[in-house]
């Protein structure tokens, strides 16, 4: 089974910074639409941030301008850099990869992130 392995995670107070990375070289990540998730407890699993193989970006509205998505294709890595974090980010992040971010069949086993006041 396929498998990205993410590190990075752990426990910051509101307004500091955590970077999350992604190994990828499972993957031919280079052609793959790589994207990272978070589900907080009780709540659905949304997406953040996408890197398209094309070089675009996307983000989550309520992430945009805190977060940063980057991806190496060289290094197979796949980066989040997350500044001014709130409470409300607190949640378990998933990197993923596959043609289509939509429905990614390549997973994380998930790293914590943990904001407090």
């Known amino acids: 089974q396929v498998q990205l392995v993410e590190s990075g995670g752990g426990s910051v107070q509101a307004g500091g910074s955590l970077t999350l990375s992604c190994d990828t070289s499972a993957i031919t990540a280079s052609t793959f639409c790589m994207a990272w998730f978070r589900q907080a407890p009780g709540k659905d699993r949304e997406w953040v941030a996408r890197a398209y193989s094309g070089g675009s970006r996307s983000y989550l509205s309520s992430v945009k301008d805190r977060f940063t998505i980057s991806r190496d294709n060289a290094k197979k890595t796949l980066t989040l850099k997350m500044q001014s974090l709130k409470i409300e980010d607190t949640a378990t992040y998933y990197c993923?990869?596959?043609?289509?971010?939509?429905?990614?069949?390549?997973w994380g086993q998930g790293t914590q992130v943990t904001v407090s006041s």
């Open positions: 993923a990869a596959d043609y289509s971010c939509d429905a990614p069949r390549y």
